[in-house]
C-alpha cells in the first residue's frame, strides 16, 4: 500500500487519515507500538469495551495499519491478537498533490 519513497495512492490516503482521524484509532496504534496484543487486554489497557475496540481496530484494519490472527490456546479458547503493520509516509504538500491526483470519483462525494 505504500511506495518505497513513502507514498500512499489517493484513496489509500483517505482511509488513513480518516481511520487516525479518531482518538481512541490513535491510541490504539500508540498501544501497539509496544507489540502485538490480545483484544482484551488492548482494551484494559485503554480503558474502552471489547465492541468499541472492535470497531475501531476493524477500521485500522480496513486502512492497512494493523492486522489480526487468532491463537488457539492450550485450553481451546481462540484469542484475536493485533499488530501494526509496517507503515510509513511523509506529508508534504507535494506528497498531498500526488495523492490528490490519483482520487478515484467515489471521494469526491464525501465531505
Known amino acids: 500500500m ?4 513513502g507514498g ?7 482511509r488513513v487519515f480518516a481511520a487516525l482521524g479518531n482518538p481512541h484509532r490513535l491510541r490504539v496504534v500508540a498501544a501497539l507500538v509496544e507489540g502485538r496484543c490480545h483484544v482484551s487486554e488492548l482494551a484494559r489497557r485503554l ?11 476493524r477500521r485500522l484494519e480496513e486502512a492497512g495499519l494493523v492486522r ?3 491463537e488457539v490456546a492450550a485450553d481451546a479458547r481462540a ?8 507503515f510509513s509516509f511523509a506529508v508534504t504538500p507535494e506528497s498531498l ?8 470519483d467515489r471521494n469526491e462525494e464525501e465531505p
Not at 500512499?8 to 483517505?14: A, E, I, K, Q, T
Not at 484469542?79 to 509496517?86: D, G, I, K, P, V
Request: proline residues 5%; without cysteine.
Open 97 to 104: 498533490a500526488e495523492a490528490a491526483a490519483e482520487l478515484s
Open 2 to 5: 505504500t511506495s518505497q519513497d
Open 79 to 86: 484469542r484475536r491478537f493485533y499488530e501494526l503493520t509496517s
Open 8 to 14: 500512499w495512492p489517493g484513496d489509500d490516503l483517505v
Open 47 to 57: 480503558r474502552i469495551s471489547r465492541p468499541l475496540l472492535q470497531v475501531h481496530l
Open 68 to 70: 489480526s490472527h487468532v
